[in-house]
Nanobody, 127 residues
Framework: QVQLVESGGGSLQAGGSLRLSCAASVIYTINNYCMGWFRQAPGKERAGVVT???????AYADSVKGRFTISKDNAKNILYLQMNSLKPEDTAMYYC????????????????????WGQGTQVTVSS
């Protein structure tokens, strides 16, 4: 059983930065999993933000490219999302997700239906 616990959300003004963390309890290491961040804004469907594959390759949504950076600490089993230049349209509940699939970041983003989800952390960006 995989458990994911997000933290780091908050409220801030546009242009600011936040770093989200996701502590994962997994078998061995998160390096064996597809990992990702997703978000759901009010009234919208959940959407992929960024995924990272087994070997560290990544895939980003166009809307966050150049502003968000995913990283992971395989030894500590923590996934991070550094969010810079935040915009009001980034306001959403952010979810960490994991899946036992192994592949590139692009594969994780387009082909994987993630099995495990955290409870989410709210990010609110005001103009």
């Amino acid at each position: 059983q995989v458990q994911l616990v997000e933290s780091g959300g908050g409220s801030l003004q546009a242009g600011g930065s936040l770093r989200l963390s996701c502590a994962a309890s997994v078998i061995y290491t998160i390096n064996n999993y597809c990992m990702g961040w997703f978000r759901q804004a009010p009234g919208k469907e959940r959407a992929g933000v960024v995924t990272i594959g087994s070997y560290g390759s990544t895939a980003y949504a166009d809307s966050v490219k150049g502003r968000f950076t995913i990283s992971k600490d395989n030894a500590k089993n923590i996934l991070y999302l550094q969010m810079n230049s935040l915009k009001p349209e980034d306001t959403a509940m952010y979810y960490c997700a994991a899946d036992r699939s192994r592949g590139s970041g692009g594969y994780c983003y387009t082909r994987v239906e993630f099995e495990y989800w955290g409870q989410g952390t709210q990010v609110t960006v005001s103009s």
